[in-house]
């Protein structure tokens, strides 16, 4: 989840999905982005190559969170999510 987080809010990835059938849990990344740990101005400019998105000032933007599909994937489930070509044919794939 941490990963998918980092990928949207500091690397500017447009969107990310997360399969994972437990909670996710982004109390700690977002609590970091409250306090500015990420701009630019706390990271260094070692960091900001690697974190494009961010500016200073980013903190009071609001974060935004991965899209989530909280499920397990056995063998055959998962052969049927690789090939689903839409969102609508995940939820068909019943996962």
């Known amino acids: 989840g941490e990963l998918a987080w980092e990928l949207i809010n500091l690397s500017g990835v447009k969107d990310c999905v997360v399969v994972d059938p437990r ?3 982004l109390s700690l990344v977002q609590t970091k ?5 990420f701009e630019p101005k706390r990271t ?4 900001s190559k690697w974190y494009p998105a961010c500016e ?3 903190k ?3 974060s935004k969170s ?3 599909i909280r499920c397990f994937l056995d ?4 052969l049927d999510f690789m090939n689903a070509a839409s ?6 794939a019943d996962v």
Do not use: S, T, Y
């Not at 969102?87 to 068909?92: G, M, N, S, T, V």
């Open 23 to 25: 909670q996710l849990n």
């Open 33 to 37: 982005w409250k306090k500015g740990l």
């Open 44 to 47: 260094g400019p070692v960091f």
């Open 56 to 58: 200073d000032g980013c």
């Open 60 to 62: 009071m933007r609001q």
């Open 66 to 68: 991965p899209r989530h």
């Open 75 to 78: 063998g055959e489930a998962c």
């Open 87 to 92: 969102e609508e044919d995940i939820d068909r």
